[in-house]
């Protein structure tokens, strides 16, 4: 799945190994993504440091898609919960 965001500098203990060899950082809130990498670049591309992830996701740690209730179902939204964790 893909996330567009801007606005944000990533902060560098985002990408730097700690302790234990591990980067990256957890998303306070609920963490909107999408299966479309048209809709991310076009969220990212709205302001200043345009950032997009590309999130590889195995079958514990899926989101759960909202489009039957989205108003914007082409948007293809996946949803993963408040605290989720993304490793580099």
Do not use: N, W
Request: hydrophobic share 35%.
């Amino acid at each position: 799945v893909y996330r567009g965001f801007h606005g944000l500098q990533i902060p560098r203990e985002f990408l730097e190994e700690d302790q234990y060899g591990v980067s990256g950082g957890v998303e306070l809130g609920m963490m909107s993504t999408t299966t479309d990498v048209q809709v991310a670049l076009e969220y990212a591309t709205r302001g200043d440091h345009p950032t997009v992830f590309e999130i590889s996701c195995g079958a514990v740690d899926r989101g759960a898609s909202v489009k039957f209730l989205s108003q914007y179902p082409d948007e293809e939204e996946i949803l993963y919960p408040p605290l989720s964790y993304l490793e580099l």
